[in-house]
């Protein structure tokens, strides 16, 4: 079968390639995709491989081109991708690429140092400005005797008897003030800054503890706000103004400006100072402003320049390193001059890598032809699935359990029908089914767009790459609402109902519990497709019919697929020849699953089919007898009760003994199926007088038997032992597929609970909310239906669509990986994970936006 049923045949090759063809062979076999290498140096240090420069180069311009994609992130460049990917540059095109990396990183850098040089100075001048302003409101209102009560003049901090004390003081004279004869240390004089606005309670706090009350301090907010030029943040600061006398005070002042990161500036005294420092700053802030945005221009059209090309130049380098760091997993041979790998490549494949081995030597220039041996090896290979982006997401389901082992069954195919239509049994409601089909057939027709955005969303991603198997879905569901005719838990009529009401309307109205009669109500002839409609509206018996009916299609559904389960073991024994186990286990849990579980099965079709309302004892709805308590007292050999008059106990002839014989084949299966395989395997290694040996119990497991030959006694204890853990390992087995039969069984009726909590749900919904809509009149009726239509809406979608499916969704996971692949899937390979750039591109840019 092709590898969509079984994994791909593979091949151990060992490679030869010269030298100076190495690199370009290699890069060919990534643009392939098709080739796992194997590190032939696991004890070499990764410092110490051949190629452990050029790794770290490559390492080093990646680190310049993310820096380079920083930049051009904050300015918020657009990045041109074309989604084309180049090949991989020849080694001599590295020292090119370094070059412009280089010239790139280090005028940038450059350009970046200048500007913030020059937006510190912009800073400080603007600073200063503010300073000059403020101050000369500060002096024009003392000098004009204005005293303005809104600037903090910390008087918070004040207390009475300070305030008292300065009161005594008079008033302060800002500014300067005639020198004093008696105490020239005493000259009165004042520092101006800058500070953080968040930082000016505490400052002046500070200031008054530390002076003792001997400062006089203004302050005002500069009312737009500043850039800080390191990280470019806004910040809020404001002007202050510290008046003191003495030197003493002047050190302590400027300590604690420094303590908080305050800015002192010069202030002239005179005004006239004052207004020619303002002119010169503001010219200064001027030419400034000119310089800068020639700054920012030039460093613009360097990152404009660089954002067209950095994709690329990502790709180039990924790929560079991606070469090297599987050259470092190749030997060189005593000459040095040839390096040997080993690889696993798919048998079919072989002639394309060879195509490609040429056209790497080719470009090379190489005139030593690369060599392909084929090695014979007992290793495991790896397991290699080819998908589409259909199959894609359902294979991922399988291997998210385990990873099939080599040349095993592959269950991804049966799963394509089998996980949507289980999903839907337990999700079946046309309108709902209808949204997630849309939303899936969204995806399915925007995918380029969608996949061309690459979020990191994980929650998106992880829609988007289920997008078929949201879409198939969608549409089982709908499928199966139509079988039980419910649309947002109501019904459509399509057809007419096949049962008529033979009572009038107050009748009807008046009698909560009336109830049609199948004989005399019923039509005979069932509604052509799916549920009759009138069961939507029944009363209390409504849930009763459709217990039943769930109940026993769960169970039927679950016999089958397990069946089909234990059916697919059967291509595994026989592909894999293994005799032993297909005689004593397939056939033995094939009889024993039919036996027991497939009759319960046609007991419910034989009782559909025998048994109805409308029929005549013994074969009336009376007589009908319980399909479990019938299997209960199968497997109990326990008699049946009497049947009501006129009925019979059992509903086909030789009934009782059909049964007795089907448990005791059943019960018989058990011994073989837990002795048969280790007796055999046991006789086999006594005839052939074979000495165990490391892995024997897979041989047992397979049903063969080593041939390697006797090597004499006194191996007696380790067979002993060897085959113990066959008989433990095969007990197991057995209890686990017993036991397993019926809990699984029982799983399946989880179909049945999500079906009627989901179609509940939904009642719910439309009865507690929809419906007080519906019944509002007038034109305030309708403004309250859209608001309440609105509300069901996003209850519908997120609890009965999202949460419900969700739930759903996990029910189908757990039936196919526990009830369904435990039959015949082992799931004990490892994925074949060749050397392929499109994967290494897109884990690379994946990381890189994390």
Not at 409 to 420: D, L, Q, S
Request: aromatic residues 12%.
């Amino acid at each position: 079968m092709g590898s969509l049923f079984r994994s791909e045949e593979m091949a151990l090759c060992q490679l030869f390639l010269q030298s100076e063809a190495a690199y370009a062979c290699v890069s060919e076999l990534g643009e392939l995709g098709l080739v796992q290498f194997r590190d032939l140096n696991p004890d070499v240090n990764a410092f110490q491989r051949k190629f452990v420069n050029e790794v770290r180069r490559c390492d080093e311009m990646e680190r310049k081109l993310r820096y380079l994609e920083k930049e051009i992130k904050k300015d918020e460049i657009p990045m041109l991708d074309t989604g084309e990917s180049p090949e991989a540059p020849q080694p001599r095109e590295m020292i090119d690429l370094e070059a412009t990396f280089e010239k790139l990183e280090n005028e940038l850098r450059e350009v970046n140092q200048n500007a913030e040089a020059l937006k510190r100075n912009f800073l400080e001048l603007t600073e200063l400005k503010h300073i000059l302003r403020k101050t000369q409101v500060f002096f024009d209102e003392q000098e004009g005797g204005v005293n303005q009560t809104t600037e903090s003049m910390t008087r918070a901090l004040i207390t009475d008897e300070a305030r008292t004390a300065g009161a005594s003081m008079g008033p302060v004279q800002l500014g300067y003030m005639e020198k004093s004869n008696e105490r020239e240390d005493y000259l009165p004089c004042f520092v101006a800054g800058v500070i953080l606005r968040e930082r000016l309670p505490a400052f002046e706090r500070m200031l008054w503890r530390a002076c003792r009350g001997n400062v006089f301090l203004r302050q005002a907010m500069i009312e737009t706000p500043l850039e800080d030029p390191t990280n470019g943040d806004q910040v809020h600061k404001s002007v202050f103004i510290i008046f003191f006398q003495g030197d003493q005070l002047k050190t302590r002042v400027k300590k604690i400006c420094e303590g908080f990161r305050a800015t002192l500036y010069p202030c002239p005294e005179a005004p006239a100072d004052r207004r020619e420092m303002a002119m010169g700053v503001m010219t200064r802030i001027e030419d400034l402003n000119t310089v800068l945005g020639q700054t920012q221009d030039h460093r613009h059209r360097v990152l404009v320049a660089a954002a067209k090309n950095l994709k690329n130049w990502f790709v180039k380098v990924r790929k560079i390193k991606a070469i090297y760091h599987t050259l470092n997993l190749f030997n060189l041979d005593v000459t040095q001059k040839c390096l040997i790998a080993e690889c696993w490549v798919p048998l079919l494949d072989i002639e394309t890598i060879q195509l490609a081995l040429r056209r790497g030597t080719e470009r090379s220039g190489s005139s030593v032809p690369p060599i392909l041996n084929r090695m014979q090896t007992f290793e495991n290979p790896p397991t290699y699935n080819r998908t589409n982006k259909f199959t894609k997401a359902f294979q991922a389901l399988i291997d998210a359990y385990g990873v099939a082992s080599y040349r095993e069954m592959n269950p991804a195919p049966y799963t394509i029908i089998t996980f949507p239509f289980l999903f839907a049994v337990m999700f079946g409601d046309l309108g709902h089914g209808a949204i997630m089909a849309l939303f899936g057939l969204w995806m399915i027709r925007k995918e380029k767009g969608l996949a061309a955005q690459k979020t990191d969303n994980e929650i998106w991603n992880i829609f988007f790459g289920g997008r078929y198997i949201i879409f198939l879905m969608g549409v089982f569901s709908m499928y199966t609402g139509l079988i039980y005719n419910d649309i947002f838990s109501k019904s459509l009529n399509i057809f007419g109902s096949h049962w008529h009401m033979s009572y009038n309307k107050s009748t009807v109205m008046e009698n909560k519990f009336l109830q049609l009669s199948p004989k005399g109500d019923y039509e005979g002839a069932p509604y052509p497709f799916g549920m009759d409609p009138i069961w939507q509206v029944a009363g209390a018996n409504k849930i009763i019919f459709h217990n039943a009916y769930k109940m026993k299609i769960s169970i039927i559904f679950g016999v089958i697929h397990m069946i089909f389960g234990v059916v697919m073991s059967w291509h595994n024994h026989t592909y894999f020849r293994n005799r032993i186990s297909l005689l004593y286990e397939f056939i033995p849990q094939l009889v024993f699953l039919l036996l027991l579980f497939f009759y319960m099965v046609l007991l419910m079709f034989i009782k559909w089919i025998k048994f109805a309302a409308t029929n005549e004892k013994p074969y009336s709805e009376a007589c009908a007898p319980s399909i479990l308590i019938t299997f209960i007292d199968m497997v109990l050999f326990n008699t049946p009760k009497p049947a009501p008059e006129k009925c019979e106990i059992y509903m086909f002839t030789g009934q009782h003994f059909i049964q007795v014989l089907f448990v005791l084949v059943a019960v018989g299966c058990i011994p073989v199926m837990l002795l048969a395989k280790p007796i055999l395997i046991m006789q086999a290694r006594k005839q052939a007088n074979v000495q165990p040996i490391a892995g024997a119990t897979s041989d047992a497991e397979t049903g063969g038997v080593s041939n390697g030959g006797g090597h004499g006694g006194g191996g007696g204890h380790e067979e002993e032992e060897e085959l113990s853990e066959i008989f433990i390992h095969q007990s197991i087995h057995t209890i686990e597929y017993v036991l397993g039969s019926v809990s699984h069984t029982a799983s399946y009726l989880r179909l049945w609970a999500l079906s009627l909590a989901h179609a509940q749900l939904a009642e719910v919904l439309w009865t507690m909310v929809l419906s007080i809509g519906l019944k509002q009149e007038g034109p305030i009726g309708g403004i309250v239906l859209t608001c309440v239509f609105a509300f069901w809406a996003i209850l519908t979608v997120g609890i009965l669509v999202l949460m419900e499916g969700l739930s759903a969704f996990l029910h189908t996971l757990r039936l196919h990986w526990v009830e369904f692949q435990s039959k015949f899937y082992k799931g004990q390979g490892y994925a074949f994970q060749p050397f392929s750039f499109d994967a290494i591109i897109e884990n690379g840019s994946a990381s890189a936006e994390e």
